[in-house]
């Protein structure tokens, strides 16, 4: 299996709604986490003995501690509306992929042993016994959602499959089942502060890295006195930048990394990024645990204190910044040490375009012209987040930073973006190279909406705020025969852009 | 014999429904949102929320967006389904109101219109769910339990309007009797009976089912939360640290 190669579909241009194949995707499944991740993470070690009974236990808990849960198993009228949404359907055709064949996975249980109808009537009023086989294929169809949210867009009730599959990971997770993936990655994170697990002697050599090379281009170019700097464990800085740990690193996030710390440096505001909190990402949404989340997220509640700092800002990450927007006041809040009159936390989209619109920053559209651009909305940052302060501040403001950065920009097809957006095909736990087959199907729709404007308009940069978008693309493109050159962050554009030094 | 049974289902339906209603919309109240989770781009005050909500409830928009023919199939039903309510109110109250007179009056001219914009949808619908492969593989029993549940009631009134028509008063004072709980017998007309035991049937059904819905969507935490947690901290009723 894992060494087959994978057909990716052709590029036409086209979203096509695929027959039903039942079972298409069954065979695409996730490593099992080991005893070490899961007692790790204070889940038993393997399946329980009496895993149904456990399990059937967790869902009567969750049911009582998240109002979407239980209202959305109750009132979905399987119209279909949310069907041909999911990027995971409309790539393998498999009805277990469509949105509600995925929750329909969840609720059969539920009626079986929380309503009256499914246990007196059992299947007749479509209730199952939670058997060996359900709990195979909740293992594979709930770990094939992204918890992108675009069904939510389609439902005329706002249901969101993500809670459902949220809710699900969490109950397999307390009976000893989870995905080595996530699972490794969160248990890094609670030893080593970052998804990598990285030491802060490695970051710190490549931050330094980093700085040579951004001396070394400027000196090229016959630039002297331009030293920009990217400081780690500032005590009393400005800023604490929280960014995602892959931007340390990994290809072509480092170059957002760049483009942050040349902004900074132009805006003259002190600031710091955290060896303790060195990660933005928090692997504990994918598998539904509040608890995962918040410990996770506590690391940055404490770098806040430690370093003294005034303001928070989250760098190029989807499903971090829903987490650092919409949870982390809940989860780590109140953050009273903090200067109330900048938005807590501030994306880096925010604090550029803050710049920007203020005559702050010098930049030179020319540098890019040798890009036509494209913006991939994130789904996580498109669909449960806000910029500015005006609703769809999300889609503006990144645009606006691209525009002002770059003569040639062009938007894919209307249909496909904003909160119409698809996702990557690697959210929430596929980013991993056994899931290769969904991620390649799941990214399709994508990729057509792209294929449209390369045609049409010769585009040639795909921007991108999020490391997860990055990673998969990088990966994908190659597949659908294009470029990994293509990929690239927003501040990336802004790095090659920005003009430093004084202002004549 | 056979009026005493109804009378006695008739309340022990209005009970199960209203109590099954009830409980459900408690459940729904006063389980807690652990989390800001609104669908973005979403209103930043409650003023947007309210109109969000209209939209959504009175002209269905988020369906009108991802589907035109299930909107328009759904959208003719809950008209259909209003208007219908409303046209029955004329068995429900004594005297009846001048301005709710002059409605009947205009509902009744249009009657056949009215049956058929009930009927219809439902017939639509099911095909629809039938017809389309993911809605079919998705579909459980229940679903074209309603559907059919619906049509014959629909069925049986329209059958009662133009072919074997009851004795309305009849019909009146025994509506009025239930309400009054003074119970006067049931109306022998055997399409009036089966219309009478449908809708007991639905009542009874009504909040077990997935016809919550229509209750459910008001609490629905993507569309009815404000974007603003930043601005303002949601407290978890049971996170470890406040607990
Ligand atoms: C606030 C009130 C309500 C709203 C906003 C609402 C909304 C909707 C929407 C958007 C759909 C999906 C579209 C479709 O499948 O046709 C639907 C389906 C349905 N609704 Fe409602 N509804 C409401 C009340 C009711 C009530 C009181 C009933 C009681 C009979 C009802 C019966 C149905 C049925 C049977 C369907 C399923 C149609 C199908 O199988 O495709 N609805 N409703
Ligand atoms: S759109 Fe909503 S109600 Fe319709 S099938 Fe999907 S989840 Fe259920
Ligand atoms: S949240 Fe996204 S991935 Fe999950 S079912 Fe909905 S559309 Fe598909
Ligand atoms: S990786 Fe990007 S597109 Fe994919 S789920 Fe995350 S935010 Fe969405």
Redesign the interface.
């Known amino acids: 299996m894992a060494k087959e190669k994978i057909e990716a579909p052709k590029l036409t241009g086209k979203i096509e709604t695929p027959r039903i194949q039942p079972g298409a995707s069954l065979a695409c499944q996730h490593h099992k986490a080991n005893e070490q991740f899961l007692t790790g993470l204070g889940y038993p070690s393997s399946l329980v003995e009496n895993w149904q009974e456990k399990a059937i236990a967790k869902m009567g808990e969750l049911l009582n501690k998240y109002k979407s849960l239980k209202l959305y198993l109750d009132i979905c009228v399987r119209c279909g509306a949310c069907a041909d949404k999911c990027q995971f359907y409309l790539g393998t055709g498999d009805p277990k992929n469509t949105p509600v064949g995925r929750q329909e996975l969840f609720r059969k249980v539920y009626r079986r042993y929380f309503t009256p109808a499914g246990k007196l009537l059992g299947n007749l009023a479509g209730a199952e016994d939670f058997t060996e086989e359900v709990l195979k294929e909740w293992y594979v169809y709930f770990h094939h959602c992204s918890q992108c949210r675009r069904c939510c867009v389609a439902c005329p009730y706002g249901i969101d499959t993500a809670e459902i599959s949220m809710a699900a990971r969490e109950i397999m997770h307390s009976i000893g089942l989870g995905t080595k993936y996530v699972d490794e990655i969160i248990l890094k994170v609670f030893n080593f502060g970052n998804n990598l697990g990285m030491q802060p002697k490695a970051i710190k050599n490549s931050l330094d890295f980093c700085e040579d090379e951004m001396k070394e281009a400027y000196e090229e170019k016959g630039i002297m006195d331009i030293d920009v700097k990217i400081p780690m464990d500032v005590e009393g800085a400005e800023v604490l930048l929280v960014v995602p740990s892959a931007d340390f690193f990994a290809s072509p996030h480092i170059e957002s990394l760049l483009g942050y710390a040349k902004v900074f440096y132009q805006a003259g505001i002190s600031w710091t990024l955290s060896s303790y909190a060195s990660e933005a990402g928090n692997f504990g949404m994918f598998i539904g645990s509040y608890d995962g989340m918040q410990k996770v997220a506590s690391r940055i509640g404490q770098a806040v204190r430690d370093l003294k700092v005034k303001r928070l800002v989250i760098g190029e990450c989807g499903h971090a910044y829903r987490i650092a927007y919409s949870f982390w006041n809940t989860l780590i809040g109140p953050f009273d040490t903090l200067d109330k009159r900048y938005p807590i936390p501030q994306h880096i989209c925010e604090f550029t375009y803050d710049l920007i619109k203020r005559g702050a920053l010098r930049l030179d559209k020319e540098a890019n012209d040798e890009f036509v651009v494209t913006y991939h909305d994130s789904c996580n940052i498109a669909r449960a987040t806000r910029m500015g302060d005006m609703p769809g501040g999300q889609f503006e403001i990144p645009r606006s930073i691209i525009k002002a950065c770059c003569n040639k920009f062009v938007d894919m097809p209307q249909e496909t973006i904003r909160e119409n957006t698809f996702c990557c095909g690697g959210g929430a736990g596929l980013l991993t190279d056994e899931m290769m087959d969904i991620r390649i199907k799941g990214a399709m729709p994508r990729m057509q909406a792209l294929k449209q404007v390369i045609d049409s308009h010769g585009v040639n940069f795909f921007a991108l705020i999020c490391a997860i978008c990055k990673a998969q693309f990088t990966k994908i493109f190659p597949a659908y025969g294009l470029s990994m050159d293509m990929v690239g962050g927003v501040h990336q554009l802004v790095s090659r852009a920005i003009v430093l030094g004084a202002k004549e | 014999m056979l009026s005493t049974s109804y009378i006695f289902l008739a309340y022990f339906a209005i009970i199960i429904f209203v109590f099954g209603i009830l409980c459900?919309v408690w459940?729904?109240a006063v389980?807690?949102?652990?989390?800001?989770?609104p669908?973005?781009?979403?209103?930043?005050n409650t003023i947007?929320v309210i109109l969000r909500m209209v939209f959504?409830v009175a002209f269905?928009k988020?369906?009108f967006?991802?589907?035109k023919f299930?909107w328009l199939g759904?959208c003719a039903f809950h008209l259909a389904l209003l208007v219908v309510l409303a046209s029955h109110i004329r068995f429900f109250v004594s005297p009846v109101p001048e301005p709710i007179m002059l409605l009947q009056t205009f509902l009744q001219s249009i009657s056949m219109f009215i049956g058929l914009l009930f009927i219809a949808p439902l017939v639509y619908l099911f095909i629809r769910?039938v017809w389309?492969?993911?809605?079919r593989?998705?579909?459980?029993?229940?679903?074209y339990f309603v559907l059919i549940l619906l049509f014959l009631i629909g069925l049986s009134g329209i059958t009662m309007k133009y072919l074997i028509r009851p004795d309305l008063f009849a019909v009146k004072t025994f509506i009025l009797g239930l309400i009054s709980f003074s119970p006067e017998p049931i109306p022998t007309n055997p399409i009036f009976i089966t219309h009478f035991t449908l809708i007991l049937i639905l009542l009874i059904y009504f909040p077990?089912?997935?016809l919550?819905?229509g209750c459910?969507?008001f609490?629905?935490?993507?569309?009815n939360q404000i974007?603003n947690?930043?601005e303002k901290?949601?407290?978890?009723p049971?996170?470890?640290r406040i607990i």
């Open positions: 459900k459940k729904y389980i807690p949102n652990p989390l800001k989770i669908l973005t781009p979403a209103p930043t947007g959504e269905f988020s369906l967006k991802s589907n299930t759904g769910r389309v492969d993911r809605t593989f998705v579909s459980i029993f229940a679903d077990f089912s997935k919550m819905h459910g969507i609490f629905s935490p993507t569309r974007d947690p930043r901290r949601l407290i978890n049971w996170d470890k």
